[in-house]
């Protein structure tokens, strides 16, 4: 009885523990069962982005950037198609096996190679590194169908920027180039990461890169485990930046640039009514495809070393004595200091200024001249004697005023203004009390003075008018007239007949007169600005000619100018660097504004030119770069790299450049001006 007893308490507690189990067992499935709910209802969004995330790729597209156009339209810097092969250093496996292979495929140089090897060394995990750009569609397609067999490489289709003018606006354009490390952590903006997204790095692409820019799109590709693209998924379309309209005239742009030929120098052309900058033109310059196409250890150092500065925009960042250039408004000065016009200077070749001897361009003096005279012939002893009677504090309020020495607003990061001397400027400057040797070596642009080729132009448009013109470089609001300066009318008159008398009247600026252009006169006045002094030695044995002086100390040739004469409308300003008297700007400056008036005949003087200089721009620029290549004696990888942030390199290039051209002499007071010569 006792055994059944036991035997049916086993059985009770068997079942009572089979209760509980299942009760367990039970619990434990609501469980599951709710957290299954849980995952595929209320996390199901979630899971998916993240699975989402593992197969689709969200890739930014580059905007494409606005055009800058001239005043009517012409393409000044477009977009054009590109197929590029760019590196994900992140995603490569076996790099040296990857780079052998994109070697092949796209037949890249030793240089590319190197260039490469450094951009890799640069970037971040994620930064991607151009491995080549406009490239073909074979070449394109080559390393396509390779794609799993080369990890990290990520072929790319777009729009790259391209300059159809090439270097004769490099330094109106500027160039574009991959953001820097320190751009991108600066502002944090994945766009700056982005393959083919290339920023403003110099000239108006950096100044209206926020005009330019545009907004970026975006596409969701999905891809394999390996990064292998299978199929795109929606995409969302860039938003392309805005045009800019200049008043850059293209066509005279290109002409002015050509016309300048293997020089050293710049050209300035405005309308004298309005002050729209027509040309603005530095030469030499660089191609700015190469430099937004990504510019190679060579060319850099070609750029870099050549003594014509290349990088530099001379019409905004170089500054000259301006010479003889400022007679014309120096004589304003004296009319306006109450001087006759009609009252004669004897030059007889030399002035004495106590202990120092001050000479005249002519040896033998010009005899007595009047103020027309004195301009015509550019004779300095009549401007020597004006400026020693009235001290240069008369003469500068009138410099500043005809626009030397100010600054404009233009759509530039790099300007220099240049100096117009007075007793309080030297002082400040440099703890001295104004010579009158000072005076004497101003009234003739030289010493203390030194202006840009953009002030000249200034000068001579306010010159030729009589209006205070401001230089503007955007055609965004209609350009009226200036308002009128207030100088009078019979001393404008006056210069007007001095600078007709350079050009016309047997001054020294005669062969420059307009050919073939009935009716249409040009006026103007020539400069002759020194860098070096002539001791009196040199010129008791005979002043060295300037073939017989290297580049650096040949005098600079400039000249300024505006026509038609009798009813003013274009002004001009050329400045040819270390040129003497091999080239002189005169000539060249009336070419320019000839060509607003007779574009066939001005051509035609310009061809046979250009085939005694070697060919047009991109002619002899090519021809310099094989000379270069073919005169390097070591290997590419022994060259220094470019420099990862190409523009301030550039700034660095151009600083050194100016700090050698604003040393004046204040000794230098002598004219090499002949009119045999100009």
């Known amino acids: 009885m006792s055994r059944i007893v036991t035997e049916a308490a086993q059985a009770f507690s068997f079942s009572r523990r089979a209760m509980v189990l299942g009760g367990a067992q039970a619990a434990v499935g609501v469980v599951l069962a709710a957290r299954m709910a849980w995952l595929s209802v209320a996390e199901n969004e979630r899971y998916n982005l993240l699975a989402e995330s593992n197969r689709v790729n969200l890739t930014m597209i580059p905007p494409r950037r606005g055009w800058i156009i001239d005043r009517h339209g012409a393409p000044i810097a477009n977009n054009r198609t590109d197929f590029r092969v760019d590196l994900i250093p992140d995603r490569m496996e076996d790099g040296a096996r990857v780079l052998g292979e994109l070697q092949q495929l796209l037949a890249l140089t030793a240089e590319d190679m190197a260039r490469i090897q450094t951009d890799l060394k640069r970037a971040g995990n994620f930064t991607p590194v151009q491995v080549a750009e406009n490239l073909d569609w074979e070449r394109f397609a080559a390393v396509s169908v390779r794609l799993p067999e080369l990890p990290g490489v ?119 009514v309005t002050g729209d900058v027509l040309a603005m033109v530095s030469m030499p310059a660089y191609d700015p495809n190469s430099f937004s196409d990504g510019i190679g250890r060579l060319e850099w150092k070609m750029l870099s070393d050549d003594d014509h500065i290349p990088l530099m925009n001379k019409t905004l960042q170089g500054l000259y004595p301006p010479g003889s250039t400022v007679k014309p408004m120096h004589a304003l000065a004296i009319l306006q200091a109450g001087i006759d016009p009609h009252r004669r200077v004897n030059c007889t070749g030399v002035l004495q200024v106590g202990t120092g001897r001050f000479h005249c361009h002519k040896r033998g003096g010009h005899g007595p001249l009047d103020m027309v005279g004195a301009v015509a012939q550019s004779c300095d002893i009549y401007f020597y004697t004006m400026a020693r009677e009235l001290g240069y504090d008369r003469f500068a309020p009138v410099a500043r005023a005809m626009g030397l020495g100010q600054e404009y607003e233009l759509p530039f990061q790099s300007q220099r203004y240049g100096t117009v001397p007075d007793s309080a400027w030297k ?18 642009g030289q010493g203390y003075v030194l202006t840009n080729p953009l002030q000249l132009a200034v000068m001579a448009a306010r010159i030729a008018q009589g209006r205070r013109v401001v230089p503007r470089l955007l055609l965004d609001t209609p350009h009226r007239p200036a308002p009128l300066m207030n100088i009078d009318p019979a001393m404008l008159d006056t210069v007007h007949k001095a600078t007709w008398a350079v050009i016309n009247g047997g001054g020294t600026g005669g062969r420059s007169r307009f050919q073939g252009l009935p009716g249409i006169e040009l006026a103007g006045k020539t400069g002759t600005a020194q860098v070096r002094r002539i001791t009196m030695a040199e ?99 022994s060259v220094p790299a470019t420099p990862a942030d190409v523009e301030g390199a550039t700034t660095n290039v151009v600083d050194s450049a100016v700090a050698n051209q604003i040393e004046p002499d204040p000794a230098v007071a002598q004219s090499n001006e002949t009119q045999r010569t100009e």
Not at 174 to 193: C, H, I, N
Not at 427 to 444: F, G
Not at 566 to 571: E, G, I, M, V
């Open 427 to 444: 002082l400040r400057k440099y703890k001295q009390k104004w010579t009158v040797a000072d005076s004497v070596n101003a009234s003739i």
């Open 539 to 637: 010129r008791r044995t005979g002043v060295l000619g300037d073939g017989a002086l290297p580049f650096k100390m040949r005098d600079h040739s400039l000249f300024i100018g505006y026509a038609p004469a009798n009813a003013p409308r274009y002004a001009v300003s050329v400045v040819l660097e270390h040129s003497g008297h091999i080239y002189t700007a005169a000539p060249i400056a009336s070419d320019i504004l000839s060509w607003l008036f007779d574009r066939d005949k001005a051509m035609a003087r310009l061809e046979p030119l250009e085939r005694e200089w070697g060919g047009d721009i991109d002619t002899r620029m090519a021809a310099q770069w094989r000379s270069f290549q073919a005169a390097q004696q070591a290997p590419v990888l």
């Open 154 to 272: 990520q072929p790319t289709r777009g729009f790259s920027r391209s300059y159809p003018p090439g270097a004769a606006v490099a330094h109106l354009t500027g160039y574009v180039g991959a953001a820097t490390a320190e751009q991108f952590k600066e502002s944090r903006d994945p766009l700056m990461v982005t393959p083919g997204f290339k920023l403003g790095k110099d000239g108006l692409e950096k100044t209206l890169e926020s005009d330019l820019r545009g907004t970026a799109g975006a596409k969701r590709v999905e891809v394999t485990a390996r990064g292998q693209i299978v199929r795109e998924l929606e995409t969302r379309p860039d938003k392309q930046g805005k045009n800019v309209r200049l008043t850059i005239d293209l066509g005279l742009q290109e002409f002015a640039a050509r016309r300048l030929g293997p020089n050293s120098g710049s050209a300035v052309v405005m309308d004298a």
